[in-house]
């Protein structure tokens, strides 16, 4: 039996992962946009569009559907093992179909020489088996490894792209760093899986099990990737494209602070409900909702604040737009941590994922409409707004579904203290950075200024949660300096 490791291990793992994924970009962003350029960057972005979004047919929704599975006999060898190989097998049929169906549009693109460079990311989608150990709750093993896998990746980088013709060499080092990474994984089912065949029948269910969950993954694909490929198709401009991609990159950075602790919870939540343990389940989304709400409102309301002050330091020049696409996007950090966590801690680990589709699918309608109306007048900025508006539109069909259980007044009841602290903090952030130089040590003045502020309203409003976590993590300090 695996040992299980706690949730606070496992998101601190995760934690430090998110971190260096945040961290690396702070690094690699500014130096790519200004070696490489916005066109270059629109390249990649365009391409890389259709390259994920062949990866996700492939992946066919096993990510999600094996992690739960994993989670749900985890204790099990045989079980889990021949749960991984029937999962795996679905995996690699779907991929290499979606890889075949790819190639006539491959030749015809006009991309040819770019698409035949990503190969490795197909590759590496054959070998990808981070779901089993995300479902075995093994966090440790994956930050660590992914983790290492970046950061050569950007001793790499900053070693070998040195002008705007290495668009090519900056592609093979993202391919085969995630090819490298994802084959490292294989060593580390010695002991955790054994062989104990094939049953086609059972492969049969886990191909439909699976299918409920590619529906989410198609809608994610519409309303995250689509919009850079219907950016290059409506507008035709590598620019604009290049603009979106570095918006959308600062906002992938701030999601994974929160999205690494609801990943974590996924699987543990799916164990509580193969459980049936609800008393636990309702305590877990207690403390989650209070914890998601203490991050989401001051990364929003931050990040708006600080956008005209951090984009010129970060990105270079050329880039004023991404300042007006940071400010649009901002609540989309909002919408997607209640989408985050309803979707990990609800609906997904309680097989409920049809109603979770149902969300998905009138977003991703809703938001290829919006494209179409608003791209060819708004560009990037219309591309930004549909992304912005779709997720809200998950949201608000994610709370209905759960009514009984979570409701709209349950967010605003640990929520609202937050949105109060974040607004206090983000008037006070943007006076600030009105009167002061653009740079980077601005900038951290900024933030720090941010923090300060809106834990200081926090306890001035007498926030629970937040007093109780300060207590409790200078409790630990104490705790660990005795035993030192």
């Known amino acids: 039996m695996e040992k299980q490791t706690s949730i606070k291990a496992n998101f601190s793992y995760n934690l430090i992962y998110s971190i260096i994924n945040i961290i690396v970009p702070l690094i690699t962003a500014p130096y790519t946009s200004r070696v490489l350029g916005a066109a270059n960057i629109g390249i990649y972005s365009y391409t890389y569009s259709y390259v994920s979004t062949v990866i996700m047919l492939g992946a066919l929704g096993t990510s999600t559907y094996g992690q739960k599975e994993i989670s749900a006999v985890r204790n099990d ?99 085969l760093s995630q090819l490298i990474g994802n084959m490292t994984y294989w060593p580390y089912l010695k002991g955790r899986v054994i062989w104990t065949g094939l049953r086609w029948n059972r492969i049969v269910k886990h191909f439909k099990g699976a299918l409920v969950y590619f529906i989410p993954s198609i809608a994610y694909q519409i309303y995250a990737v689509l919009d850079k490929a219907m950016l290059g198709l409506l ?113 997904t680990p309680s097989g409920r994922q049809g109603k979770s589709n149902i969300a998905q699918c009138v977003a991703a309608v809703a938001n290829v409409g919006m494209n179409a109306v608003l791209i060819p007048k708004y560009y990037s900025a219309g591309a930004a707004v549909a992304s912005v508006l779709s997720q809200l539109i998950i949201m608000i069909i994610y709370f209905w579904h759960v009514r009984r259980e979570y409701t709209v007044l349950d967010a605003l009841r640990t929520g609202w203290k937050k949105m109060v602290s974040s607004l206090f903090m983000f008037i006070v952030v943007y006076f600030v950075q009105m009167h002061l130089p653009i740079s980077i040590i601005s900038s951290m003045i900024e933030v720090g200024l941010g923090v300060v502020v809106y834990i200081s309203v926090l306890l001035i409003i007498r926030d629970e949660f937040t007093r109780m976590s300060i207590v409790n993590v200078l409790e630990n300090m104490k705790d660990r300096f005795h035993k030192k």
């Open 235 to 347: 507008v035709g401009s590598d620019y604009e494209n290049g603009y979106y991609e570095q918006a959308y990159k600062i906002i992938n950075m701030v999601v994974t602070v929160f999205t690494s602790y609801t990943v974590v919870m996924r699987s543990r939540m799916s164990y509580l409900f193969a459980k049936k343990d609800y008393a636990e389940i309702k305590s877990r989304m207690e403390k989650s909702g209070n914890f998601i709400a203490l991050l989401i409102f001051p990364m929003a309301a931050g990040l708006a604040a600080t956008a005209r002050g951090l984009v010129p330091w970060f990105f270079g020049d050329g880039y004023d737009q991404v300042v007006i696409l940071l400010i649009i996007f901002s609540p989309i950090i909002v919408f997607m941590g209640y989408v985050h966590l309803l979707g990990t801690h609800l609906l």
């Open 77 to 175: 060898m045989e079980q889990r093992s021949t749960v991984f190989w029937e999962v795996y097998i679905v995996r690699i049929a779907a991929t290499l179909i979606a890889i075949l169906a790819f190639v006539p549009f491959m030749y015809s693109s006009g991309y040819l020489k770019w698409f035949l460079i990503e190969i490795p990311f197909f590759i590496a989608a054959l070998f990808d088996v981070s779901w089993f150990f995300q479902g075995m709750e093994q966090f440790k093993l994956i930050a660590v490894r992914n983790a290492l896998v970046r950061l050569a990746g950007v001793v790499l980088l900053l070693l070998l792209v040195k002008t705007d013709e290495h668009l090519w060499i900056y592609l093979l080092i993202i391919g």
